[in-house]
């Protein structure tokens, strides 16, 4: 009893670990796109990735960019605070005089608000950045709140007692960040190397010899990557099955629907509303998989169709049968 007790407890730990790593790592609604910014800010996306790199949080890299546009006005030669990040740590404007303390303070102070956003499971990044404007007390003041509003910002504003911040300050970054491309149907790819290894059809069977029916494509992506959703959706499965391991299913709504599989730790779960570029999960070799790799299926009502043909262009690794 006590050892099939031990087991049932085991079994159960393993199947959670993906939900509770899930709640841990990276920030959920990470749009991946790439800041629209003059060279004069471009040239400190060294420095920026130095620090979001060393404060875990790499992917807002660029999204931090694009803030920076928004704080310096592009004026990094005449603006030294670049990220105006010095009322958060405490000092009057502009007390950093040099772009490297204004970053890593910048970039620190981001992390801090992550953080705050993912005990309060505000999932939508542009909470965050609105934080980054506001304070970490406008984070507080939207908990329970699913999806970001300007008003939610107007809304602190005038609980502030007016004047506060800038309420359209996520409008004002996001003019200066581009979402990844999308296909001619509205997809983008669902992870940072756009390189598939497998494609859809009958192929070659590695592991039990022959060949075999490929429901999907097979994309690069190495242990603990993120993965993202292809379009805007609603979280149909987000569980385990002893073919695709940990899996996402999302129903984008107009009649297609996509699933990704094989993840090593899930980010979403079932009824989540996820948009396009929304972290789902991070790639793992759970299930039936000879290694780590994100296997994508794009359904057409109800039925599998060739990824291929509906994403973005995607580069053919070597090991790829034609
Ligand atoms: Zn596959």
Same mark, same amino acid.
């Given at each position: 009893?006590?050892?099939?007790?031990?087991?049932?407890?085991?079994?159960?730990?393993?199947?959670?670990? *993906?939900?509770?790593?899930?709640?841990?790592?990276?920030?959920?609604?990470?749009?991946?796109?790439?800041?629209?910014?003059?060279?004069?800010?471009?040239?400190?996306?060294?420095?920026?990735?130095?620090?979001?790199?060393? &404060?875990?949080?790499?992917?807002?890299?660029?999204?931090?960019?694009?803030?920076?546009?928004?704080?310096?006005?592009?004026?990094?030669?005449?603006?030294?605070?670049?990220?105006?990040?010095?009322?958060?740590?405490?000092?009057?404007?502009?007390?950093?005089?040099? *772009?490297?303390?204004?970053?890593?303070?910048?970039?620190?102070? #981001?992390?801090?608000?992550?953080?705050?956003?993912?005990?309060?499971?505000?999932?939508?990044?542009?909470?965050?950045?609105?934080?980054?404007?506001?304070?970490?007390?406008?984070?507080? #003041?939207?908990?329970?709140?699913?999806?970001? +509003?300007?008003?939610?910002?107007?809304?602190?504003?005038?609980?502030?007692?007016?004047? &506060?911040?800038?309420?359209?300050?996520?409008?004002?970054?996001?003019?200066?960040?581009?979402?990844?491309?999308?296909?001619?149907?509205?997809?983008?790819? *669902?992870?940072?190397? +756009?390189?598939?290894? !497998?494609? &859809?059809?009958?192929? !070659?069977?590695?592991?039990?010899?022959?060949?075999?029916?490929?429901?999907?494509?097979?994309?690069?992506?190495?242990?603990?990557?993120?993965?993202?959703?292809?379009?805007?959706?609603?979280?149909?499965?987000?569980?385990?099955?002893?073919?695709?391991?940990?899996?996402?299913?999302?129903?984008?709504?107009?009649?297609?629907?996509?699933?990704?599989?094989?993840?090593?730790?899930?980010?979403?779960?079932?009824?989540?509303?996820?948009?396009?570029?929304?972290?789902?999960?991070?790639?793992?070799?759970?299930?039936?998989?000879?290694? &780590?790799?994100?296997?994508?299926?794009?359904?057409?009502?109800?039925?599998?169709?060739?990824?291929?043909?509906?994403?973005?262009?995607?580069?053919?690794?070597?090991?790829?049968?034609?």
């Amino acid at each position: 009893m006590i050892k099939k007790g031990m087991f049932f407890l085991i079994a159960l730990l393993l199947f959670c670990a *993906p939900f509770l790593g899930g709640s841990q790592s990276g920030g959920n609604n990470v749009m991946l796109g790439k800041a629209k910014v003059p060279n004069s800010v471009r040239r400190y996306e060294d420095m920026m990735r130095e620090f979001t790199l060393q &404060y875990e949080i790499e992917i807002y890299t660029e999204l931090l960019l694009a803030m920076m546009m928004q704080e310096s006005g592009g004026m990094s030669e005449t603006t030294p605070d670049v990220m105006q990040s010095s009322e958060s740590a405490g000092h009057p404007p502009n007390y950093f005089t040099n *772009p490297r303390d204004s970053i890593e303070q910048a970039v620190k102070y #981001f992390a801090s608000l992550v953080d705050i956003a993912k005990q309060l499971k505000l999932n939508d990044v542009k909470f965050i950045v609105q934080a980054y404007n506001m304070g970490p007390g406008f984070l507080y #003041f939207c908990e329970g709140k699913t999806s970001f +509003n300007a008003s939610y910002a107007k809304d602190y504003e005038v609980k502030m007692g007016g004047n &506060y911040g800038d309420p359209d300050y996520v409008e004002h970054v996001f003019q200066y960040y581009e979402m990844p491309t999308a296909s001619n149907h509205g997809f983008i790819i *669902p992870t940072a190397r +756009n390189t598939m290894n !497998e494609r &859809y059809g009958t192929v !070659e069977d590695p592991i039990r010899g022959g060949t075999r029916m490929h429901n999907g494509i097979d994309l690069a992506c190495s242990k603990d990557e993120a993965a993202w959703s292809i379009a805007d959706g609603v979280v149909t499965d987000a569980t385990f099955s002893s073919s695709y391991g940990y899996f996402v299913e999302v129903d984008h709504q107009n009649g297609y629907s996509s699933l990704y599989a094989h993840f090593n730790t899930l980010a979403v779960r079932a009824g989540d509303r996820v948009s396009s570029g929304q972290v789902v999960g991070y790639c793992g070799d759970t299930g039936f998989s000879a290694g &780590y790799h994100l296997h994508l299926e794009i359904r057409l009502n109800g039925v599998r169709v060739d990824p291929e043909g509906y994403l973005p262009k995607l580069e053919r690794s070597s090991i790829v049968t034609p």
